[in-house]
């Protein structure tokens, strides 16, 4: 075929190839667009092609938010999701701030929908209509004419791909109010067909990981930590690693948390760091037994508590339990848990041509590390870059507010000559027996119940060690000396509970915790859902309806509660069990989502008890993605499930005990026999669904066993009178 091409076509043709159409806010957070990414905060890009490209401000670990964000920007901007593709934003909180975190870039908290959902819909909206004026111009027709679908503006007896526009659009100012759809319009918001946008690269091997980065001539390197937390390097001898090939050097990081092994591969730094010998001081460390730490715990719940949760007074809610009909009162622990992602933690740094540092990383909150690498190599904020990849879970481990393993990457690459990339690799041994854990926790609840079964008073006290205290989130969720973390989900639950009085014990000690998926609500809710059917049993009321009674206070949270709790009680067939299972319902409120689960089980706590089947039904606003939701859930329910019942961390004088898999075992696909998910309809803006699937998981199947056998108030349950088959 020839081509026969006039200058001024090509000029024409070549202006159109440069031209790029980026939407966004501005400075104020007003809508705005442009050719050029520095004139605004980009949500979408249009190349002059017609690919259209959604900027994903959060990371993706799995939980969604490459497609859900996606999913925003194709349904405004009139594209469908085969021809929409998306990349990671920079990292920058001034452009990429997490609306519910203050000026901070972070994904956690189950906020990355519900705190971006108009961000992306507007700037999806605003690029529509600046195209559509751009064809109105071009064919000299009113825009109300045009419509915009599957990547095609049509109408006035006209058709062309939006890429004839890019370039004229390019030349607008956006639409300070773009024009959004009414729901009843959404054709890709809510299609239950569509499916993840990262699947095939996951799938087929072509998705980068961090641990997939290998750049020329990177170094590896490990740390060697201290066996207890809160140990520091006091001498070492790398004599016997010197023998071993690949070995670079070993240097004690300047923080003397630990010594940095630098090797040529992975498996050579592993092997020259057991060959190590360290010397520590541990006069600063963790060095109490589980044992211990569960009998200070408990002892806490037993004593007046440091702190007052809300404002009812502890007398008077002790004289009401005391005069009551019948009481029922439980103590509960809960041990230490590691977060175990799949893909060990890792990074890669290096230095780059302007003298900068570039962090590749699936960065849970860049803004972090990016300021503590600000800080370790003296430049500024403009000269640190990160490249924000695929992360193969977390669950909370990788956005420590310390930003723990950046900061050693960072150290241990600055005292180099920076000549070499550094990647640091973790072993799931190192995470597991020096990483960050969901605090242990203990409670006791004493409630009291008049002649009718009617709740009278409810004194709750909690021990915990304080995830916040002390870190950069302390202002954040500590009022009062009252970390709410430690409490949520008990005295802010949707129940209508008369004299409730909430307390709260800090036991603060050098253990490093963290917050762990669902955060408090991993404690509260089985707490607050196994004390119900306690309650319900003593009352002589089914568990449902006794709950229901205490949701009928008519406030909204009340009432999707309620609307959530009916739904997976009837999908749950709840009440008519089969001969030889039971079941267990609980529901709870985290993170803005309504979530209830019926847990069916067969078998008996002594013989062996087999999961048979979890329904669950969750009211999370619009539902974006619905198969992205039910995913979500239901990792959530085996996250949940998993953990309660055969995980702990345990200590020995300070040291961990567990080390992988095979003494920390993560759910098994045998361990849950069916999963069934039911989303409530709703108009309601999205809230977040990474989290809140975990926190009535457990209960629900704590409620199932004490249905018929034991109530499990120490975890886990295979170590408290629990056989799982």
Avoid at 150 to 176: K, T
Avoid at 349 to 372: N, V, W, Y
Avoid at 582 to 611: L, M, N, P, R, T
Avoid at 652 to 678: C, K, M, W
Wanted: glycine residues 10%; contains cysteine; negative net charge.
């Amino acid at each position: 075929m020839t081509m026969n091409t006039s200058r001024r076509g090509f000029l024409k043709s070549a202006a159109a190839a440069a031209a790029v159409l980026y939407v966004g806010t501005g400075v104020d957070g007003a809508m705005a667009a442009g050719s050029e990414p520095a004139q605004l905060n980009p949500f979408v890009r249009i190349d002059a092609d017609g690919t259209v490209t959604a900027i994903i401000k959060h990371f993706e670990t799995g939980q969604g938010p490459a497609t859900g964000l996606s999913t925003l920007i194709a349904e405004e901007l009139g594209v469908s999701m085969d021809d929409i593709q998306y990349e990671f934003a920079p990292s920058d909180a001034s452009r990429y701030n997490n609306l519910f975190f203050g000026q901070m870039q972070g994904t956690g908290g189950s906020t990355a929908m519900a705190n971006s959902f108009m961000q992306y819909r507007q700037a999806g909206a605003a690029a529509r209509d600046m195209l559509i004026n751009a064809a109105a111009q071009a064919w000299g027709v009113d825009p109300q004419t045009l419509r915009l679908d599957n990547g095609v503006i049509s109408g006035a007896g006209q058709s062309a791909p939006i890429a004839e526009f890019v370039a004229a659009a390019a030349q607008m100012a956006a639409p300070v109010e773009p024009r959004l759809k009414d729901p009843s319009a959404f054709r890709v918001i809510g299609d239950a067909s569509i499916r993840r946008k990262d699947s095939r690269p996951k799938t087929n091997g072509t998705a980068k990981y961090a641990m997939d980065v290998h750049l020329p001539n990177q170094m590896v390197v490990v740390i060697a930590r201290s066996p207890r937390m809160g140990g520091l390097v006091t001498g070492f001898d790398d004599t016997q690693a010197k023998g071993i090939k690949g070995f670079i050097r070993a240097a004690v990081l300047p923080n003397q948390a630990g010594v940095a092994v630098y090797a040529e591969q992975t498996w050579a730094a592993f092997q020259a760091r057991e060959a190590l010998s360290i010397e520590w001081d541990f006069s600063a460390a963790e060095m109490r037994s589980s044992d211990q730490i569960r009998d200070q715990l408990i002892a806490a719940v037993n004593a007046d508590p440091e702190y007052v949760v809300n404002s009812a007074e502890l007398p008077t809610v002790a004289a009401l339990i005391d005069g009551s009909d019948k009481i029922v009162e439980q103590t509960f622990y809960f041990p230490l848990l590691a977060h175990a992602p799949m893909e060990p933690l890792t990074c890669t740094i290096e230095a780059t041509a302007d003298g900068g540092i570039l962090l590749h990383d699936g960065c849970q909150f860049p803004t972090g590390p990016h300021m503590a690498m600000a800080q370790i190599f003296d430049l500024p904020m403009e000269k640190i870059r990160i490249n924000t990849m695929f992360a193969g879970g977390s669950f909370g481990r990788r956005a420590t507010p310390s930003a723990d393993y950046q900061v050693e990457a960072a150290l241990a690459f600055v005292i180099t000559d920076r000549s070499r990339p550094v990647k640091l690799v973790w072993s799931r041994e190192d995470d597991i027996t020096g990483g960050y854990y969901r605090p242990a926790v203990a409670h006791r609840v004493r409630v009291g119940l008049d002649a009718t079964g009617a709740i009278t008073g409810w004194d709750h006290r909690v021990a915990a060690q304080s995830i916040m205290k002390g870190t950069a989130f302390e202002n954040f969720s500590v009022h009062g000396g009252v970390d709410h973390s430690s409490v949520e989900g008990v005295a802010d639950g949707p129940y209508q509970i008369p004299g409730q009085f909430v307390g709260l014990t800090d036991v603060a000690k050098a253990t490093t915790v963290l917050w762990w998926r669902s955060v408090g609500h991993t404690h509260t809710a089985y707490v607050m859902e196994s004390m119900m059917d306690v309650a319900a049993k003593a009352a002589g009321r089914d568990p449902v309806e006794f709950r229901l009674a205490l949701l009928e206070g008519g406030d909204v949270d009340q009432l999707r509660t309620a609307n959530t709790l009916k739904l997976a009680a009837q999908t749950g067939n709840w009440g008519k069990v089969r001969e030889g299972h039971s079941q267990g319902i609980a529901v709870h409120k985290s993170f803005g989502s309504y979530v209830a689960e019926v847990v069916e089980i067969s078998g008996d706590a002594e013989s062996g008890i087999k999961i048979e089947k979890v329904t669950c039904a969750v009211d999370c606003g619009i539902a974006v993605n619905p198969d992205v939701i039910k995913a979500q859930m239901e990792g959530g329910i085996g996250y949940g499930v998993g953990h309660a019942m055969r995980d702990a961390v345990t200590l020995t004088e300070g040291i961990v005990d567990q080390s992988n898999f095979p003494d920390y075992a993560p759910l098994r696909i045998s361990d849950i026999g069916a999963i069934e998910v039911h989303i409530v309809p709703s108009t309601e803006a999205p809230t977040g669904v990474g989290e809140p699937g975990t926190p009535p998981s457990a209960p629900a199947l704590a409620n199932a066993i004490a249905a018929s056998g034991p109530r499990v108030t120490h975890l886990p349950m295979a170590e408290n009178g629990v056989e799982f088959v």
